[in-house]
């Protein structure tokens, strides 16, 4: 036995290591907690991890390294050729070669393949992919709203399309003209869109989440330039075809002698499904946001387990050295020690694996009273090595037994006298009993379970707890562990006093990751809410644009419809009357488009099902809630443009006519 509170280490530093050379360009990874000894160390910001890596280091093998360890990734460079399909397949027949050579820790398992930029992008991708679809949603209906107002403006030019005809002018070259002033329009946005969009990215960088690579690195380029010419090209083409077409498709001959009534109707029907196209698109775009908003207040009610107010998180590491880990023992020993005699800090602990960020160690395991299995088909459970003081720190309530103590941190390194299990694996493995006294093995051997605590979602609100194992960090001392400081004021104003109470400790100490328990929860939910703003802006322009759809086809009508409004006046029609004739123009297309977007949701809500949390796909509340938003304010859209048509004079209406 091992008495730590007696040892006196002296440390000579790191080990030094030679640089062998220089990689041409930076590397970037996702963010990674600082940790000397997984051969790779990141560079740190003050808003928290950058995913540019500083410097590699070779990976240690260890003595006690165990097949059924898998806790490394393996990057391969395909072959010229070789597609991720055909490099799966092989790996299977490897998984099995192995399965079958090692069935007692292999069978049951798999390489899964996946490309590293799929592996990189992760859950973003996702969000990246359904913001995507979101964005090409609304230039659509931009392209729509502008072939709307074109076709306005070709109706009322139809005399002057007339008169060129009849003088000579061909389809082809009337056509052009209203496709080179859509081109016109759209390349002017296009530049417009251009300049926001990299201010925009400079102003609204650092709120992007972490977790998306390569945000802040983003700009506009030659290719994003490109790619915005070829759009706005696109969409002149899109939203100037169909006004060039109605435009020259009566003969010269014939027109001249149409009433502009007649020559009208044609355009009504182009407007109406423009409206009803835009006005399905629209639906589509609000539920998903309704969808969207529907699950973030879902997880916001959501429990993590601990309490998270006024709780300062840093990231400690110490570089390898010629002594055995015994020695950051008694470092995080000291450290907390030291962080607890400021005025601010009411208590101190430590961890490897906080909450909301990567860490624990998954490994297998057996539950005492529980048939004995293959390593390949035991359950799997999380390793977090805390002090004892951490369940007092983030209040997880100890439901039954004891925490660690002094006497947790002595003994032989590996071999903890009790652990601490969570509620889910007690009550898994042991239902209406009591877990003190069992016993899991995992590693050397049996441990009896001394304690246990409530479940905590380590993985983010939006994961179920799994099961977890506590253990003592005196005998699983970490090169890496992260310090938690309940403090009684904000957080915040003691980081730099920490970072000195720890360089005095030991200078060549690597802090880093510095975050609230608060900040590391929202960071943890930032893609969903970023998916969601983002949506809702999407949502907006979208709504905004089918808006003026139908406040432009009404007021069509109320031009087209003059002479009919002076005689329905004349004869004592009431304006409330005028009103409601006016507004039926838009009730057609709005209810067609909004039954169309209605099923159209419900055919692809799924896909949305993965970023969706405790809220079905087809929610009828979200449904209902959308399509009621969206015909209020079509209403109040084409009301504003009926109501004007209760102003026209029936005398100055006849007369006109």
Not at 361 to 375: K, L, N, R, Y
């Amino acid at each position: 036995m091992l008495d730590i509170n007696v040892i006196n280490l002296s440390r000579e530093g790191a080990t030094p290591h030679l640089v062998l050379g220089a990689v041409p360009a930076d590397v970037h990874f996702p963010p990674l907690t600082a940790d000397f000894g997984r051969g790779a160390v990141t560079q740190m910001t003050p808003e928290g991890v950058d995913n540019q890596v500083d410097f590699w280091l070779p990976l240690f093998p260890t003595e006690n390294e165990r097949r059924e360890d898998r806790t490394l990734d393996v990057v391969a460079k395909l072959r010229p050729g070789v597609t991720v399909e055909q490099a799966q397949a092989e790996m299977d027949v490897v998984s099995r070669a192995v399965a079958a050579e090692f069935p007692v820790t292999n069978r049951n398992w798999n390489a899964h393949v996946v490309p590293l930029r799929s592996h990189i992008l992760g859950r973003t991708r996702r969000v990246v992919l359904w913001l995507s679809l979101a964005t090409v949603l609304v230039l659509v209906i931009a392209c729509g709203n502008v072939s709307t107002l074109l076709l306005s403006g070709g109706l009322a030019r139809q005399h002057e399309i007339m008169v060129r005809a009849a003088l000579g002018a061909s389809r082809v070259r009337i056509a052009r003209q209203f496709l080179i002033e859509s081109l016109v329009i759209a390349l002017a946005a296009a530049g417009l869109g251009l300049y926001v969009a990299s201010l925009g990215i400079r102003l609204l960088a650092r709120w992007f989440p972490p977790d998306i690579p390569l945000v802040r690195a983003a700009g506009v380029n030659g290719f994003v330039l490109a790619s915005a010419v070829l759009i706005a090209v696109v969409a002149a083409s899109l939203s100037g075809v169909v006004p060039a077409w109605m435009a020259t498709a009566q003969e010269a001959t014939a027109t001249l002698n149409v009433r502009r009534q007649g020559a009208g109707r044609r355009y009504d029907r182009a407007v109406s499904v423009l409206v009803a196209a835009q006005a399905a698109l629209t639906i589509v775009l609000l539920v998903s946001t309704g969808l969207l908003f529907t699950s973030a207040a879902h997880l916001l009610k959501v429990e993590p387990g601990f309490v998270s107010r006024n709780i300062l998180t840093m990231t400690i590491s110490l570089p390898i050295n010629k002594f055995e880990f015994r020695h950051n023992v008694i470092f995080c020993r000291d450290v907390m020690n030291a962080v607890k005699t400021n005025a601010v800090v009411t208590d101190a602990a430590v961890i490897q694996g906080v909450p909301m960020r990567p860490g624990g160690f998954p490994t297998t395991f057996i539950a005492e009273g529980t048939p004995s299995s293959d390593v390949a088909d035991r359950p799997v459970t999380g390793q977090r090595v805390v002090s004892g003081d951490y369940f007092r720190v983030m209040q997880i309530p100890l439901l039954e037994g004891r925490s660690f103590d002094e006497r947790d941190s002595i003994g032989e390194l590996g071999r903890p006298q009790i652990v601490i299990v969570n509620h889910a694996l007690a009550a898994r493995f042991w239902p209406g009993q009591s877990a003190i006294g069992r016993r899991l093995k995992f590693g050397p051997g049996w441990f009896p379970v001394g304690g246990v605590v409530g479940d905590v979602r380590y993985d983010g609100l939006d994961m179920p707890p799994d099961f977890e194992v506590y253990l003592p960090y005196g005998v699983f001392p970490q090169s890496a562990i992260t310090l938690l400081m309940k403090t009684s004021a904000d957080p915040a104003t003691i980081i730099d006093d920490v970072r000195a109470r720890i360089m005095r400790i030991d200078r060549e100490a690597f802090v880093t990751d510095v975050r609230t328990m608060d900040e590391l929860i929202g960071d943890s939910l930032s893609s969903r809410w970023l998916a969601t703003v983002l949506l809702a802006v999407c949502a907006t322009i979208g709504l905004l644009l089918a808006l003026s759809g139908i406040y432009s086809i009404v007021t069509q009508a109320v031009v087209q419809q003059q002479f009919e409004i002076g005689v329905r006046l004349a004869l004592g029609a009431t304006p409330r009357a005028v009103v409601r004739l006016m507004r039926r123009r838009s009730v057609i297309p709005v209810a067609a488009g909004a039954a169309v977007g209605l099923v159209v949701m419900m055919a692809t809500a799924r896909l949305l099902s993965a970023m969706l949390f405790e809220t079905g796909p087809l929610d009828p509340m979200t449904f209902i809630g959308a399509t009621i938003l969206f015909v209020l304010v079509a209403l109040i859209a084409a009301s504003v443009p009926a109501r004007r048509a209760t102003k026209v004079d029936p005398l100055v209406a006849l007369r006109c006519e």
